[in-house]
């Protein structure tokens, strides 16, 4: 990344982020999603709230900024697309229920990664949070406490991905996270920020901690990989 995030189009930086993230190994094949609010003004009046968001079935590290599709955040429907055939990522459902309950959130990034799903291991079926460890890193994620004791929200699995979303939101809609990230059991890690960078640097700070809880909890396991 030779620019700040901040000085690209939300497409570019999307593109940047996805091509690092690849090469880390935490986007392998075709998975993982990522997306970028815009919220423009013309002549004073606002335009509908809408976010760019990967085309499915895409490898991350080959993203061109014609790979995005441009979604609106109410309803979900294509404002705008480079390629007539591109579908929107099977995940958006759950990218639109973040910008929806998160009004200042300017951008949603998903990861698979190996360590993410080894911490989840460790973590009870039946419990709905997944604690993080106190440590100075938990700060990156706007913790500022002393030993904080805060948790991810942790949901289940499903291949019906309009599921997951629904009961993301509903939680939500009781009460808000502290943490401004979310984990799918067995799947990988959501996170958000009010800027691109902003998103990108809660993402390594959330893959810092699933690294410290997966070899916390199966060291053998985890120095494999």
Known sequence: MNKSLQQLTPCAAL??????????????????????????????????????ITASGLSKGRLEETDFLRLNVEDASVV?????????????????????????????????????CLACDA????????????LEMVKGLGIWQQAPCVALSLFENTLDVASIAAAIDGRFKGALPAVPALMIRGHGVTVWGDTVQEAYNRVEIVEFLMSYLARRSFPVSSSLV
């Open 80 to 116: 705008e697309r480079f390629d007539a055939d591109a579908r929107p990522s099977a995940e958006s459902a759950i990218h639109q229920v973040i910008y929806r309950h998160f009004p200042n959130a300017m951008a949603c990034l998903h990861v698979h990664t190996v360590d993410a």
């Open 15 to 52: 593109v940047d982020i996805a091509r690092d993230f690849h090469a880390r190994g935490w986007m392998a094949g075709t998975a993982g999603n990522l997306s970028a609010r815009v919220m423009a003004s013309s002549t004073g009046a606002r335009l509908a709230d809408t976010f760019w």
């Open 123 to 134: 973590v009870p079926l039946t419990a709905t949070e997944m604690p993080l460890p106190p």
